[in-house]
């Protein structure tokens, strides 16, 4: 039985947007908006440029955007770069940080405290930003890619040594795919399938450690969200496919095993950059027969035990973005997500054609975004 002993992160022990300034980012030539610490409404026309003040967020947490297309289409057209700048209230609300980050043609920079950062994950750290968008649906039927990008982002934010376990892993598995292609000797593979073997060890166990500890708070969120539903229990696959990692002798016999089929194939075909998890719910079949709306729940579920746990661990909750929630759901599980998340306390941006629940409401027209009520 693995026991749960999750760090405390001091740095972000409590985290919501004050300001938000967009610069040249789609519609949006410029908005400064000041924001509530709950829930934040934008409302306005199609195209008014809503979803694009919640992509603006998104980029302070990712660095790309969580809709389709190359990095560069957020850029306005005819301008040379975007900007997105936030200040961001940290240490129970007693210090600023001020984070930005632009998008131009030498690529990404990223802003501490005015400061150029080198890595932009020290920005993502910052601004923990969890997305619910009329695509979310396909994190239950889509690739398995967008599952995990979701699993290792709450990872990232929760278990400090994750990122760097990652990074090594990733290296190792480009270095063996490279050798794979070039039909390298097979002495050349062993010191990347030990480098690999020793990185995986770890991150299979932090991702076992996370997805175990998600299962309560899954339950709870599917409990509030849609108990017609049934019990929800969410399963995890290494990414070994039928070779269980406990059969292994050790990950590095697996892939010296694996070598000839791989060689054919021209990359790995097993291991953690393959694993998987998914939500199963009681009272239903297979994920391929659950309805749009139904999967969009289930999604929802996944996402919002990771906000519960998030919050347990570190304190505060991360910033949530609901892109046309009234859109996505009906009525009875709009009201369920909102007083989920004020419960929460969580800072919430939603955006929608009509009217929305909001604590402060901000219209959006042809790219100009104004508030409402300077509460
Ligand atoms: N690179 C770009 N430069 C300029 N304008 C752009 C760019 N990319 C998209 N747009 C435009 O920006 C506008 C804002 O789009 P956005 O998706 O934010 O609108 P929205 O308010 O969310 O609309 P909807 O209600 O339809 O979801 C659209 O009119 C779109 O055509
Ligand atoms: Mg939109």
């Known amino acids: 039985m ?21 610069s040249h980012l789609r519609n949006v030539s410029a908005a ?5 610490p709950g829930l934040n409404g ?21 660095g790309h955007s969580f809709r389709k297309g190359g990095r560069d289409v957020i850029v306005q057209d005819g301008s040379d770069r975007a900007t997105v700048f936030a200040e961001i209230r940290v240490d129970h609300g007693r210090a600023v940080r001020r984070i930005g980050i632009e998008r131009s043609r030498d690529g990404w920079r990223g802003k501490l405290d005015g400061v150029d950062v080198s890595t932009l994950s020290d920005l993502f750290r910052l601004a923990p930003v969890c997305c619910f968008d009329p695509g979310s649906h396909a994190l239950m039927s889509g690739p398995s890619e967008d599952r995990r990008a979701l ?5 990232f934010h929760v278990e400090h040594h994750f990122l760097g376990r990652w990074r090594r892993y990733q290296r190792a598995l480009k270095q063996r795919n490279a050798l794979l292609r070039t039909n390298g000797a ?11 073997a020793e990185a995986a060890t770890e991150l299979e166990r932090m991702r076992r450690v996370y997805v175990d500890a998600l299962q309560e708070q899954v339950a709870t969120v599917a409990g509030k969200l849609c108990p017609e539903l049934g019990r929800a229990e969410v399963v995890f696959k290494d990414g070994w496919k039928d070779l269980t990692v406990d059969d292994l002798i050790s ?49 929802l579920c996944l996402l ?45 941006l939603v955006t929608g054609t009509g009217d929305l629940p909001a604590d402060r409401l901000f219209h959006v027209e042809h790219g100009v975004v104004r508030c409402l009520d300077a509460t």
Not at 45 to 58: M, Q
Not at 275 to 286: E, K, V
């Open 2 to 22: 693995l026991r749960v002993v999750w760090p405390i992160n001091h740095a972000c022990d409590l985290m919501k947007i004050d300001r938000l300034i967009i």
């Open 251 to 299: 990950r590095c016999a697996g892939w010296r095993t694996e070598r000839i089929r791989d060689r054919e194939r021209g990359f790995t075909r097993r291991g953690p950059h393959r694993a998987d998890w998914r939500i199963r719910f009681a009272s239903l079949g297979n994920v391929d027969h659950y309805s749009r709306g139904q999967a969009k729940l289930a999604a």
């Open 186 to 196: 097979d002495a050349w593979f062993d010191p990347w399938e030990q480098e690999m």
């Open 42 to 62: 934008l409302s306005g026309a199609n195209g008014a440029g809503k979803t694009s003040v919640l992509e603006a967020v998104y980029l302070l947490g990712y």
């Open 151 to 155: 699993l290792d982002w709450g990872l």
């Open 32 to 36: 400064e908006l000041t924001l509530c």
């Open 304 to 348: 919002l035990a990771q906000v519960l746990h998030h919050r347990a661990v570190l304190g505060v909750p991360p910033i949530v973005l609901l892109d046309d929630l009234p859109a996505e759901l009906d009525g009875t599980h709009q009201a369920r997500v909102i007083e989920f998340l004020r419960n929460q306390d969580a800072q919430v």
